[in-house]
C-alpha cells in the first residue's frame, strides 16, 4: 500500500499570503495519479487537483499542483478567506490511499 | 448536474450491520465507478472500495476484505454499502464519491455523507 505523508500538519497563515502543502509517497505514483482535495467543517470533500497539476472544473487559478514521481506540491498563491479549511492528498495508481490532511487556519 | 444523494443517519448496536444508499442523477449511471469513503470524527479519510455500477467486479480495501459488501441496482441509479460486525470504531460519516469512466480515477462528485453512529 503507497502511503501519503502530508506536511505540515497545520499551516497558520493570513490572507493575502502564499500557501506550499506538501504531499510525500512511500513509493512513486504511477503516471501521476495525484489528487488534492479541501474539506470545510460538515462539508464533504471537493476536488481541486487531479493528474498532479490539473484544476477540476471551476476551481480559481490561484490553486496550482505540481510535482511526480513520490513528491507532490499544492500551492495556493494568495490565500482568501474561504480558503482556510483542511487538505488532503489522494493517490489513485495503486488502489487508493489518502493522506493524513494538512488543516490550513487563519493566522 | 450530477448528484449523489444519499440515505439518512443510522444508529446500531454493536455487532449489528448497516446498509448506505447513494442515489445518482445527472449522468450515465452505468458509465462511472463509484466509491465508498468514509471519516471517523475529527480524523481524516479513508477509502473503503469501488464498485462498478455497470456489472464488473467490486474491490474493497484489504482491512474492510469480509465485513463489506457493495451492490448496485441500475434500474434505479443506486449503489448500496452494507457493513457488517459493527463496532465504535465503525462510527463514522460514510460517503459515495463518484470516480472516473475507468477504474482509475479522482472523484470529482461526492454525497452529502451518511453518519452512522454504533452504541450499545
Known amino acids: 500500500e503507497i502511503v501519503l505523508t502530508q506536511s505540515p500538519g497545520t499551516l497558520s497563515l493570513s490572507p493575502g499570503e502564499r500557501a506550499t502543502l506538501s504531499c510525500r509517497a512511500s513509493?512513486?505514483?504511477?503516471?501521476?495519479?495525484l489528487a488534492w482535495y479541501q474539506q470545510k467543517p460538515g462539508q464533504a470533500p471537493r476536488l481541486l487537483i487531479h493528474?498532479?497539476?490539473s484544476r477540476a472544473t471551476g476551481i480559481p487559478d490561484r490553486f496550482s499542483g505540481s510535482g511526480s514521481g513520490t513528491d507532490f506540491t499544492l500551492t495556493i498563491s494568495r490565500l482568501e478567506p474561504e480558503d482556510f479549511a483542511v487538505y488532503y492528498c489522494q493517490q489513485y495508481g495503486s488502489s487508493y490511499t489518502f493522506g493524513q490532511g494538512t488543516n490550513l487556519e487563519i493566522k | 448536474q450530477v448528484q449523489l444523494v444519499q440515505s439518512g443517519a443510522e444508529v446500531k448496536k454493536p455487532g449489528a450491520s448497516v446498509k448506505v444508499s447513494c442515489k445518482a442523477s445527472?449522468?450515465?449511471?452505468?458509465?462511472?465507478?463509484m466509491h465508498w469513503v468514509r471519516q471517523a470524527p475529527g480524523q481524516g479519510l479513508e477509502w473503503m472500495g469501488i464498485?462498478?455500477?455497470?456489472?464488473?467486479?467490486?474491490s474493497y480495501a484489504q482491512k474492510f476484505q469480509g465485513r463489506v459488501t457493495m451492490t448496485r441496482d441500475a434500474s434505479t441509479s443506486t449503489v448500496y454499502m452494507e457493513l457488517s460486525s459493527l463496532s465504535s470504531e465503525d462510527t463514522a460519516v460514510y460517503y459515495c464519491?463518484?470516480?472516473?469512466?475507468?477504474?482509475?480515477?479522482?472523484?470529482?462528485?461526492w454525497g452529502q455523507g451518511t453518519l452512522v453512529t454504533v452504541s450499545s
Open positions: 445527472g449522468y450515465t449511471f452505468t458509465s462511472y465507478y
Open positions: 493528474g498532479a497539476s
Open positions: 464519491a463518484r470516480g472516473g469512466s475507468s477504474s482509475r480515477g479522482s472523484f470529482q462528485h
Open positions: 513509493q512513486s505514483v504511477s503516471s501521476s495519479y
Open positions: 464498485i462498478n455500477p455497470s456489472g464488473g467486479p467490486t
